[in-house]
């Protein structure tokens, strides 16, 4: 508490401070700041005209030229409503509208204006419009994270929880609208495996996140991904260098620092990023478990506490360069890694049906985790002489390495906790390395004039993995480790996918076009176990039909209908069947032969969107076929497994709603909402004793812009999750964040509060035809979090009319 005190302190001081400085630098504080540049090339278009004047008073206008990298600036404007003109010999004259200069925002960095080559005489008239927290519009979300005052110090996993439709379940994987979802990272494809994606987005900081888009009605390109596509946009830079250094504190035991440098000239940016990230975790649980046999019932509880730490170094870099107006190239170099510590104490309570021990234990677990993953893309695009006729080649190759070291030690117990003398020690050695190779070629070609359109590719993802786990015990009284065969093995995996896509969009009328099309998927798998003869190889043809269509009209009222059918395949994580002992009484391990399931999904949307609010809402059925889901089993010995099996089928139901509201000029509310109803056949709901039962997603965001310095985010989300065998529940996460720019904004404070009044919880209860399960987990995420950012960037030089007229006549 003195921390949090001291925080607020502190935040008070330096507002006051920046007040200060805000005030002294002027009564007329307005500042206009940009780059003009060729829209072909990027060049910087240089002497460009630039004249800023008020609206209701246009005799009151400045101008000046713009400096040899296109750059200008203006100064000391008064409040009110401007108009920005460009004028360039052999340029279209460009004309911005509609920039308010006002008390709480007073500076605006108009970043790129790219001017086109003259064609008519008409001028380019834009409605400036300000980026507000959440938009939604195109049958797209955006979040723009960099406008956030909790993306300070935050994850990419952090800033995704707080993005409208977008959860995160309690095993780190993201979901849009409760189903998986295709990532992309600046448009380009993200081919990783599940642990590989959790652990890159932990590790890529939110200060490097420009926005993140949300498609649930992606293009043809993605059109056969069940959940939609996620786009995580990173920030480019402006003209010239740029570079921002950021450090963070939290109180539950996280420190961070990280920096990002950025040029930009003509055809080149270059983007290049680097930092680490150091968390602490602790928590507690219990679960409590009934056995039901045909002439008995007893009882076995499991109580513990956990504590792991994490340290996250990470690395980016991105190079584009536009050789002509024709063709553009791209390079992305990531790495990220590892390293992670982690112990377990459970106690395991054995009761009879009078509630008796009859049998008690005390196991400790010792992890040691570390893991390192290069990722490559390069991608090339060519842009037609024809309107809309683009080729893309994306290719990606994505490495890797994982090591995670187990140590357990067991002590066995008497009723009255006093030891029995015997005691067992055991080793697991996981050692994984994978590797990913990718390639994508799009092709899109308007057919007939703003009717027709033709959208092509195909692709190959050529995933290998190699996973061998070594388990030994100590043997009394030699004091020897030897291997355990049974819970060793050396697994090779591999897959092909091999896909070929094509659809066509023809446009009825200017606001009404229907896009249907195919993708067919050819699947290799390949799945070999050392001393095991048994073929576990898996080809299959999946077709994969797909049709939208999209009618607006012109009071910003839109419809979208859209069928697909999708295949969600399992991985290695499913199909492995190495035996996770980190439970000896709930042993868990893949399926081999798992296979995977289909789905025809049917999606009604509508919206509404104007300077005001914007409202949208969708009703979907969702019909699946022998689908896979995780199943926990008694046994025998009272010991429960849980895997991965092919169910029957399901059919899913559901609705949502996402909206946003602009009560004033200082405050926005965005919400989301949705829920999704599960049915199962008969055969399981009367065999496997599965249940039928409802997922429920929401997101609740808030800003408030007390200043043009100081502006506030509010973030809040609930998730309710579903299984077959009972529910996950999940309550609320509550950030509140505020960010205050200082020393004309080179510096930016921000301070978080994430889950101030109560810690995350978990609990979940499973139902099975012979057992009941209550198992509840807390973990320590309540966190005070100080970042504090420093912006480097290019000074722009003024460069006025009548000054460049002075230099050419002393010339």
């Keep these: 508490m003195k921390f949090v005190f001291a925080v607020i302190f502190s935040l008070q001081f330096f507002v006051a401070v920046a007040q200060k400085d ?217 003209v010239g260098m740029s570079g921002r250094l950021n450090v963070s504190y939290g109180t539950r035991g996280e420190n961070g620092i990280n920096g990002n440098f950025a040029y930009r000239k003509n055809r080149i940016a270059i983007n290049a990023s680097a930092g680490i990230g150091y968390n602490e975790f602790e928590g507690n649980s219990y679960s409590n478990r009934q056995n039901i046999y045909a002439d008995s019932t007893n009882f076995f509880n499991t109580t513990g506490i956990n504590s792991n730490n994490s340290l996250r170094p990470n690395a980016r870099l991105s190079i584009d360069y536009e050789r002509n107006k024709r063709s553009a190239y791209n390079f992305t170099a990531f790495y990220n890694s590892s390293d992670a510590e982690s112990s377990n104490q459970n106690q395991y309570t054995n009761l009879n049906s009078n509630n008796l021990i009859y049998r008690l234990s005390n196991r400790l677990t010792a992890t040691a985790a570390s893991s390192a993953s290069p990722n490559f893309n390069a991608t090339y695009t060519y842009k037609g002489k024809k309107p809309g006729t683009v080729l893309r080649v994306i290719t990606g190759l994505n490495l890797g390495y994982n090591n995670n070291e187990r140590d357990y030690y067991q002590q066995y117990l008497n009723p009255d906790y006093t030891f029995t003398g015997i005691d067992s020690s055991q080793q697991q050695d996981t050692k994984i390395k994978s590797s990913t190779i990718s390639i994508r070629i799009n092709y899109d070609r308007a057919l007939k004039e703003n009717k027709l359109y033709l959208s092509a590719g195909n692709g190959l993802i050529r995933s290998n993995s190699h996973n061998i786990l070594n388990t030994v015990f100590l043997k009394k009284p030699d004091n020897i480790f030897v291997t355990n065969d049974l819970l060793s093995n050396d697994i090779s995996f591999h897959q092909n996918i091999f896909f070929y896509r094509a659809a066509l969009r023809y446009t009825i009328k200017p606001d009404f076009n229907i896009t249907a099309g195919a993708q067919l998927e050819q699947t290799t798998t390949k799945f070999d176990i050392v001393n095991n003869t048994s073929n576990y190889a898996n080809n299959y043809w999946s077709a994969l039909p797909f049709v939208t269509a999209i009618k607006k009209w012109e009071n910003d009222v839109n419809i979208t209908l859209s069928y697909k059918r999708t295949i969600q395949r399992p991985g290695i994580a499913h199909l492995n069947p190495s035996v996770d002992y980190g439970d000896p009484y709930n042993t868990r391990f893949g399926n081999p032969y798992l296979q995977p399931y289909f789905a025809d999904n049917f999606d009604f949307i509508v919206g509404k969107w104007n300077k005001k609010y914007y409202l949208n809402g969708s009703l979907g059925y969702n019909a699946l076929q022998n689908i896979y889901s995780s199943i926990r089993t008694l046994q025998a010995d009272g010991k429960t497994t849980t895997t991965w099996q092919n169910l029957s089928g399901r059919k899913e139901y559901e609705a949502n709603a996402w909206g946003g509201y602009t009560v004033s000029k200082k405050t926005k509310l965005n919400l989301s909402l949705g829920y999704s109803y599960n049915v199962y056949s008969v055969h399981d709901r009367t065999v496997n004793k599965f249940r039928n039962g409802g997922s429920m997603f929401s997101t609740f965001n808030g800003s408030y812009q007390f200043t043009d310095l100081l502006n506030s985010n509010a973030s809040i989300t609930y998730n309710r999750f579903a299984n077959p065998q009972g529910t996950v529940r999940s309550t609320l996460s509550m950030s509140v964040g505020v960010q205050q720019k200082m020393f004309k904004k080179k510096m930016v404070l921000a301070i978080s509060m994430i889950d101030p009044f109560r810690q995350q919880q978990n609990k979940n209860f499973t139902y099975a035809s012979n057992f009941n399960l209550e198992s509840f987990s807390t973990t320590k995420t309540k966190n005070f979090r100080v970042a504090l950012s420093y912006i480097f960037s290019r000074k722009v030089k003024k460069n006025t009319a009548k000054a460049d007229l002075l230099k050419k006549l002393k010339k």
Excluded: C, W
């Design 22 to 238: 805000t005030t002294k630098i002027n009564a007329n504080p307005g500042i206009i700041i940009g780059n003009v540049l060729d829209f072909d090339n990027g060049k910087a278009v240089t002497p460009a005209t630039v004249t800023i004047s008020k609206i209701a008073d246009t005799a009151a206008a400045k101008t000046m030229i713009t400096a040899k990298d296109g750059s200008f600036l203006f100064e000391q404007l008064t409040y009110g409503y401007y108009r920005l003109q460009i004028s360039m010999m052999g340029y279209s004259n460009l004309r911005l509208d509609s920039i308010y200069i006002r008390a709480e925002r007073f500076d605006f960095d108009l970043n790129d204006i790219k001017l086109h080559k003259k064609t008519t005489d008409l001028d380019e008239v834009i409605i400036y419009t300000e980026k507000p927290l959440i938009e939604s519009k195109d049958g797209k979300i955006i979040f723009n994270a960099g406008e956030s005052a909790l993306s300070s110090g935050a994850s990419t996993t952090e800033l995704l929880k707080q993005t409208p439709l977008v959860n995160v379940d309690n095993d780190g994987k993201v979901q849009l609208r409760g189903k998986d979802v295709k990532i992309l990272i600046d448009d380009k494809p993200v081919e990783l495996n599940a642990k590989q994606l959790q652990d890159l987005l932990e590790s890529m900081p939110g200060s490097m996140i420009d926005k993140i888009e949300v498609m649930t009605t992606p293009p043809p390109q993605y059109a056969s991904e069940r959940g939609g596509v996620i786009n995580i946009v990173t920030k480019k830079g402006r």
